[in-house]
């Protein structure tokens, strides 16, 4: 990546970076941001028992709603930085907070997190704004479901307007499954983010995820990414956070991109503009290819997990002048990223009964890997007594590898894969499976 007229002069205030999350997400995001030589210190809030295998890495332990005491420790730190990676803080105003506390911060304020945290309005949203999207409905009790549900002729997908960790999704087949699915969540099963429903109209076609960093009004694309929500091979099973992905998909070739520039990218930070929203973070597209053209499933108001551990290898050390631009209201919108000549792929290893219910505490045992072009993110982990590494959530590891084509990619992480091993590990074989040539049936 080279970015036009940068010069590291002018970012010499970037001793300091903090990140805040702890997942495989913020790992890469940290290893990416190392990478920078004017870089000294990388802190994670909580981070996990990967965080400090990156280099210059450093856990804290505080509790970020503890606001005088995050500021006076940000303040004891020097931080000159801050990434927020999750969806809860930014929805929670923290970005807002840090900001109003003079800190430079990459993570939108609760006015744009709203993209995310409340389905119904980012549906009116891309309404005001034209955008292709999905037809919905959005409805604020089970009898106003009901009669939707009934009349309808098609199927219809049933979403939890708020927060609900990717589980307040429902496709059903039928519409007594859709009308189960309504009444479960106007019951509470997620709380008050089912105060809200939204039915939409099921569209089919393949999906893709495109991520602009935005300074609230310009933008830069990273490179685009496909990931794997399902839990089984042949993309069946139940929804997860996330099996796997890879990037940059094929399926979106110059033109098609330019296309959903047009029609959805900048519509989208013009109506945020339109709004008033000084949006300064990452977007996520979620986005569905139909035979229609590409339509937005869902926004994202942080780095889509597991894509972001699959694009960060492809950063270099400029990524990090990027997300302060961010921060600061002053990308020139026109820096290119230049990837090295490589694509990258990530498998997710997972606890046996994820996602539902799993076990944790396993021990985690890594043989002899293939460094080059490898890394391991940890995604769940924890350290034991005796400082060894134990599984500590669903998703456990991130596989990730680059290389010249996918299938170099994949055979990669598959025989890395069989070096790690620990009690109920799960993972899929077929990741990457529309861009590999061979893909093994053996898991
Ligand atoms: P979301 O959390 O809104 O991204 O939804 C999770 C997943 O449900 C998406 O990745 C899609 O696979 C699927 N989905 C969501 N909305 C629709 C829709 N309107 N039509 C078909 N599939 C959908």
Not at 164 to 185: H, N, Q, R, T
Not at 257 to 286: A, C, H, M, W
Not at 385 to 412: H, P, W
Not at 434 to 440: F, G, I, M, T
């Amino acid at each position: 990546m080279s970015i036009n007229s940068t010069n590291s002069k002018n970012f010499s205030k970037l001793k300091n970076i903090l990140i805040i999350g702890n997942g495989g997400r913020e790992n890469s995001l940290a290893w990416a941001i190392q990478k920078n030589e004017l870089v000294k210190k990388v802190y994670l809030i909580p981070g996990n028992a990967g965080s400090e295998r990156i280099n210059k890495c450093k856990r804290i332990k505080i509790d970020i709603n503890n606001l005088n005491e995050l500021t006076e420790k940000l303040n004891f730190l020097e931080i000159d930085l801050i990434v927020i990676g999750p969806e809860i803080p930014l929805a929670n105003g923290l970005a807002d907070f840090l900001r109003k506390k003079n800190f430079k911060v990459f993570g939108p304020g609760k006015d744009g997190a709203k993209l995310e945290y409340s389905k119904s309005w980012a549906k009116e949203f891309m309404q005001d704004a034209n955008i292709p999207t999905a037809n919905f409905w959005k409805v604020n009790s089970l009898e106003e479901a009901k009669k939707i549900i009934h009349s309808s002729s098609i199927p219809l997908v049933v979403k939890a307007d708020g927060l609900a960790s990717g589980k307040g999704v429902f496709i059903p087949d039928s519409k007594d499954e859709c009308l189960s699915a309504a009444e479960s969540i106007f019951n509470g099963q997620f709380g008050n983010s089912g105060n809200v429903v939204v039915l939409e109209e099921r569209i089919q076609g393949p999906e893709v995820s495109v991520f602009a960093l935005c300074d609230g009004k310009r933008y830069i694309l990273l490179p685009t990414a496909q990931d794997h929500k399902r839990l089984n091979e042949k993309d069946k099973g139940p929804n997860t956070g996330g099996m796997g992905a890879y990037s940059p998909t094929p399926l979106l070739n110059k033109d098609y991109l330019n296309r959903i520039i047009q029609e959805i990218i900048e519509p989208t930070i013009d109506e945020l503009n339109k709004r008033s929203i000084d949006y300064r973070g990452v977007i996520y597209f979620g986005l569905m290819i139909t035979e229609s053209g590409p339509k937005v499933i869902e926004y994202n108001c942080r780095f889509g997990d597991p894509e972001c551990q699959t694009i960060m290898p492809l950063m270099d050390q400029n990524f990090l002048f990027l997300l302060e631009k961010c921060s600061m209201g002053s990308l020139a919108g026109n820096e290119k990223i230049n990837t090295p000549n490589k694509v990258s792929g990530c498998v997710i290893a997972t606890s046996k009964g994820y996602p539902h219910e799993y076990k944790t505490g396993f021990p985690i045992k890594i043989g002899k890997i293939d460094s080059s072009d490898t890394q391991i993110f940890d995604s769940g982990t924890s350290l034991g007594k005796n400082g060894e590494l134990l599984t500590d959530g669903g998703r456990v590891l991130s596989i990730v590898c680059q290389d010249s084509n996918f299938d170099m990619v994949f055979e990669k992480a598959y025989k890395n894969l069989k070096e790690i091993n620990f009690d109920g590990i799960y993972f899929r074989n077929d990741i990457g499976h529309q861009v590999r040539k061979y893909v093994s049936k053996e898991n």
